[in-house]
């Protein structure tokens, strides 16, 4: 039987049992690839003679490009003809600094067809990140926006740099590969375990890491987050993630073209909740998948004055408060699904379409995701079923890529519990979890209890150091609009939180402020730590303990 046969037979199998999760989870099995290439054995067996649409680009000007399969397939080829006379060969690592736009997924689409290995890379990534992702990366071509030319103008070395959307002096154009032949022909088969992607982590905790993924472990591992998306043929699926991060091609890539659906994206300056509530019910959004700070701005609105075609709604990146679950459910009458993976994998534990969702929980494992719980209560991945959607390694850090696998699992560095029925509720970081007079402290748990409150919009909670009780837990909050930071919204908040946490867990310090977050939005708790644990002075402007407030009962 040939891959794409063994490929389509494992896919075939999550779609006829998308809703039933004790048959998906108990007899799906990975398909078992020597040799495959996503884009040349499936993309293009995909895309022959289809003309259905394959990518639906949006910008805030109303401006929309629609692409089908076939001319996806057709453009792709022309680019990967054109990279390889340009000397890209398999093997080469091609960084990609590209938006939301066609050249990106024909690039991506290219590269892949060649055998290069793609680092993506954010466009708000500034020099110095560059010259980092550069050097450890080993690049040999950039294919950069114009627009982000300036930021190599400092980055020496031999690597070829080719420019889109614009004439830049000492870069060649992009634009040129419509002069190729629509037809590309391999040099020679690619192995399933040759190297694909190579991501750099959101460096939450640490510099990041150099994360390598295969031609199996995201072309064939994303199956699983097509399992949890719940996609199907013919969806308009819209993942609300910036290009250059792991979750851009989980969602707006290998899972919806694994499932035959089209992508959808839409490009703008600055996020406005209502126009994203607009684009959802205008172009009859079928699945919308989005990080819990974009939930949480969305229920700012009426949700109920827009009228959605929405089916599958989910989100990921970090646990999603149950509130807002249950607003969009009033709303909408449709339940938003979390789920969790990492860029070292693909989606593994989620709440799956047509099953129970529990408030607060993460889910269950996934088909093809066999899950532990450490004595800690960490979450591992058992290795002697090693799922597909797994990365082979952190590149060039084999002591690093061994820790991580120890003792027969992968160690994921996230806590959580195991509750009834195999459901997981998350509980942080294993550097975020703290203790408090002997009590150990879940963040999440708390932020979650503070964004219960309309003045708040997101929050962030972090130990602060205590003379009697060693710390107590401290939240950085940011305010929702038409609130106003003062003495008495401390106060407010101080006494919400006393009735709604137990005492043990009581925020004692409320700190009006920005978080810190990553390029790719997620909260630096490490950085807000290390910020409180060197405070040696008195109290900020913005800055309120619970004891200033003695009448509080």
């Known amino acids: 039987m040939s891959s794409l046969n063994v490929f389509l037979g494992a896919r075939d199998f999550l779609l006829a049992h998308r809703t039933d999760y004790e048959t998906a989870y108990q007899e799906f099995r990975w398909p078992k ?7 040349l054995d499936y993309f293009d067996s995909l895309a022959h003679d289809n003309d259905n649409t394959a990518l639906h680009l949006v910008d805030e000007t109303g401006r929309e490009v629609r692409l089908s399969f076939r001319e996806l397939a057709e453009r792709s080829n022309r680019v990967a003809n054109y990279l390889r006379m340009a000397g890209a060969r398999r093997g080469d690592r091609i960084l990609v600094m590209l938006g939301n736009e066609p050249a990106l997924w024909e690039t991506l689409l290219a590269a892949f067809k060649l055998g290069a290995v793609v680092i993506p890379a954010a466009s708000l990534l500034g020099t110095e990140d560059l010259r980092d992702r550069l050097e450890r990366g080993a690049v040999r071509h950039v294919v950069a926006g114009a627009a ?12 070829t740099r080719i420019a889109v959307g614009g004439a830049i002096s000492g870069w060649r154009s992009l ?14 088969l690619t192995r399933a375990s040759d190297p694909l992607l190579l991501y750099f982590t959101s460096g939450t905790t640490s510099r990041p890491k150099l994360v390598e993924h295969s031609h199996e472990s995201y072309p064939v591992g994303h199956l699983s987050t097509m399992y949890w998306l719940g996609l199907r043929q013919g969806d308009l699926h819209w993942n609300i993630s910036s290009p250059g991060w792991a979750k851009h091609a989980w969602s707006c890539f290998f899972a919806p073209w694994n499932a035959g659906a089209t992508v959808l994206a839409y490009n703008y300056g600055r996020f406005h909740a209502r126009d994203v509530l607009g684009m959802i019910s205008r172009k009859g959004v079928t699945s919308l998948c989005a990080p819990p700070t974009v939930w949480r701005m969305l229920v700012q609105e009426k949700l109920s004055d827009y009228r959605v075609s929405l089916r599958e709604a989910a989100s990921a990146g970090e646990p999603l408060n149950p509130e807002v679950i249950e607003q969009v459910r009033a709303a909408w009458g449709i339940t938003v699904r979390d789920g969790y993976g990492q860029t070292e994998s693909t989606a593994m534990i989620g709440n799956s379409p047509g099953q129970p969702v529990k ?3 993460m889910g269950r494992p996934l088909p093809g995701y066999h899950i532990r719980l450490a004595e800690d209560g960490e979450i591992c991945v058992d290795l002697a079923a090693r799922p597909a959607g797994l990365m082979t390694a952190y590149a060039g850090e084999a002591e690093m890529t061994t820790g991580a696998q120890r003792r027969g699992r992968y160690h994921t560095g996230d806590i959580a519990e195991r509750e009834e029925e195999g459901y997981f509720i998350y509980i942080g970081r294993a550097d975020d979890v703290f203790k408090a007079s002997d009590y150990r402290i879940s963040p ?9 409150h309309p003045a708040i919009a997101e929050a962030a909670v972090v130990p602060s150091p205590d003379p009697l ?25 101080f006494v919400f939180t006393r009735r ?4 043990y867990k009581r925020i004692r310090r409320l700190e009006f402020s920005d978080l810190p977050k990553t390029i790719s939005g997620k909260i630096r708790r490490a950085e807000l730590r290390r910020i409180e644990a060197r405070r040696t002075t008195g109290k900020g402007a913005r800055e309120f303990f619970e004891e200033d407030f003695p009448d509080i009962r």
Request: glycine share 8%; hydrophobic share 40%; with cysteine.
């Open 359 to 361: 408030p607060g929980s």
């Open 33 to 39: 690839l020597d040799h495959f290439n996503w884009a």
């Open 175 to 188: 634009e040129d590969a419509g002069q190729e032949s629509t037809r590309y022909i391999p040099d020679e």
């Open 469 to 493: 009780r060693t710390a107590v837990p401290k939240a950085f909050v940011i305010l929702a609009t038409g609130y106003t930071p003062c003495a008495e919204l401390a106060r407010e908040i």
């Open 444 to 452: 999440f748990e708390l932020e979650s209890a503070l964004v219960e």
């Open 500 to 503: 709604c946490l137990s005492p």
């Open 148 to 159: 982000h030319a300036g930021k190599f103008a400092s980055l020496e070395g031999g690597y």
